[in-house]
């Protein structure tokens, strides 16, 4: 499963049937477990568009979303 790292939050692989008696009912089991990759080819060719920033683990990865605040 993939979480930021700098959250420190746990994560663990479920199988189907593991995974809806975890979420108390398999509508959200099923939606969780659901797998949609995605490309922005299409969109890319339409539109002429080349994406030019980091992918978004990226920057959740190496960005300032996890920086702790200056204390006031």
């Given at each position: 499963?993939?979480?930021?790292?700098?959250?420190?939050l746990p994560t663990?692989?479920?199988?189907?049937?593991?995974?809806?008696?975890?979420?108390?009912?398999?509508?959200?089991?099923?939606?969780?477990?659901?797998?949609?990759?995605?490309s922005s080819a299409?969109?890319?060719?339409?539109?002429?568009?080349?994406?030019?920033?980091?992918?978004?683990?990226?920057?959740?990865?190496?960005?300032?979303?996890?920086?702790?605040?200056?204390?006031?």
């Amino acid at each position: 499963m993939i979480c930021p790292r700098g959250l420190g939050l746990p994560t663990a692989p479920l199988t189907p049937d593991e995974a809806a008696p975890h979420f108390h009912s398999p509508s959200p089991a099923a939606l969780y477990g659901f797998d949609g990759p995605v490309s922005s080819a299409h969109t890319q060719r339409l539109l002429g568009w080349s994406p030019t920033h980091p992918t978004l683990l990226d920057d959740l990865e190496h960005g300032d979303y996890l920086a702790t605040p200056p204390a006031s």
